[in-house]
């Protein structure tokens, strides 16, 4: 099994920036893509970006493209998404999220790190 543990999120003004990581434990090399979400308030919970875990192919949602960058770093099981030029709308709460390789589906998830951008 796989935990993961989120971490990074806070209040910035629009504009600003932040990262978040996001730490894996346990059967980390299982792992085939991690991911990042997000829920805002009232909405529903949308994918943000992805990466996989072998040969770092990337996906990112319209909305953040240009502005945030995924990454990760293997050797310290970790995945990063910096999050440049924030905007307003970019308030929600952040989850990150494992895919096993035996389902390729997202069924490990973290716990969530709220981020709030002020205009």
């Known amino acids: 099994q796989v935990q993961l543990v989120e971490s990074g999120g806070g209040l910035v003004q629009a504009g600003g920036s932040l990262r978040l990581s996001c730490a894996a434990s346990?059967?980390?090399?299982?792992?085939?893509?991690t991911g990042w979400f997000r829920r805002a308030p009232g909405k529903e919970r949308e994918v943000v970006a992805h990466?996989?875990?072998?040969?770092?192919?990337?996906y990112y949602a319209d909305s953040v493209k240009g502005r945030f960058t995924i990454s990760r770093d293997n050797a310290k099981n970790t995945v990063f998404l910096q999050m440049n030029n924030l905007k307003p709308e970019d308030t929600a709460v952040y989850y990150c999220?494992?895919?096993?390789?035996?389902?390729?589906?997202?069924?490990?998830w973290g716990r969530g790190t709220q981020v709030t951008v002020s205009s």
């Open positions: 999220a494992a895919a096993p390789m035996q389902t390729r589906s997202f069924d490990v």
């Open positions: 346990g059967r980390t090399a299982n792992i085939y893509v």
């Open positions: 990466i996989t875990r072998s040969d770092g192919i990337t």
